[in-house]
């Protein structure tokens, strides 16, 4: 099994930021802001911070590159707006939060009455009409409450959603203005182990899929393939098929630049630093990843089965192979477990390996390698 992009694989992040992180943040300490906005005088010195900048997520300096003066102007005004709003949804969670804190504290009463008014129905031995109206009341209350506190989660998911959202279409932004030097964009500057924690990071925050009674899981939860008029946006992470220096085709794990409606063909960058390509690619070729969880415990359904062929993101590399389901998540926090093919091993087979829900897509290619 060829392993691109798994140069020290088992490499561990730096704390010494590179020189562009250096140059952005004196530059932040001059203006007296972090990289996240926090006003920490030393923007750099946690991993946090670091991660932030090196994925395009922290603020912009003043540097140009390829947009005109006016242009970097207005994406700078932009951004500022979008980190206003940002403010914004973070305030209004807090307080959904707190919302939900209060909610549950004042069911909790109802609870424990309905708990001691089981205890009695056991002592007495009995149930009488006395006790069966006044369970049913408060049984009826406890659902409500249940709803309540439910339709305030609800409301925070999307209130998170949203934030995600505003933070992506900013980086992107940031990006497609050119406000970074053309001789040092971020992903140039992106260390491996960097890469590999943002890739982990992509994975833990996915979001799990939480329907209303009766939903049912929507496309590209979990194993839900995306309909088939799907267009990706850009900055959606994407598995497409590509050819190597070698001419080898391999699945790579890409972010989308652009599609062009016309001749239906995407145009990707492969999320690889080692690779820095970009490739103008079919639909065919192309693989939506999945942009939310499913729940073992709720949606199975939507969830790939044991012994079903899958393309898998190798851990530590950048690059899906073909693969077995060894075993389902149990759990909505758990990753499946599979196994690769690879000739090395006697069976053909790699031992199970975890990967999560966002880097296992459906793979049609039915013919072992």
Known sequence: MRMRGCRSPRAQISETPCPMMHRLAASMRYAGLSSCGCGDPEPLRCRQHFLRCSSGIGSVGPRRGRGSGQDSAAVTMALVSADSRIAELL???????????????????????????????????????????????????????????????RKALEKIAEIKSLLEERRIAAKIAGLYNDSEPPRKTMRRGVLMTLLQQSAMTLPLWIGKPGDKPPPLCGAIPAAS??????????????????GDEQWIL????????????????DIDEEGKERHTLSRRRIIPLPQWKANPETDPEALFQK?????????QTTCFYRALIHAPPQRPQDD??????????????????????????????????
């Open 336 to 369: 499946y477990s599979v196994l690769f093919e690879d000739t090395s091993y006697a069976d053909g087979y790699s031992p199970p390996l975890n990967v999560a829900q966002r880097y296992v897509v459906a793979c049609k290619e039915t013919k072992k390698k």
């Open 307 to 315: 012994d079903q062929l899958v393309l898998a993101l190798y851990p």
């Open 91 to 153: 305030g209004e969670l807090h307080q959904l939060i707190k919302q939900t804190q209060e909610e549950r504290s004042r069911s909790e009463h109802n609870l424990v009455n309905i708990q001691k008014t089981h205890e009695r129905m056991q002592t007495e031995n009995k149930i009488s009409p006395y006790y069966r109206t006044k369970l049913r009341g408060l049984y009826t209350t406890a659902k409500a409450d249940a709803e309540a506190e439910c339709n305030i989660l």
């Open 229 to 246: 008029d799907y267009v990706a946006k850009p900055g959606d992470k994407v598995a497409a098929r590509v050819k190597a220096v070698d």
């Open 254 to 269: 890409a972010e989308v630049v652009s599609y062009n409606h016309t001749t239906n063909k995407y145009e990707v960058d």
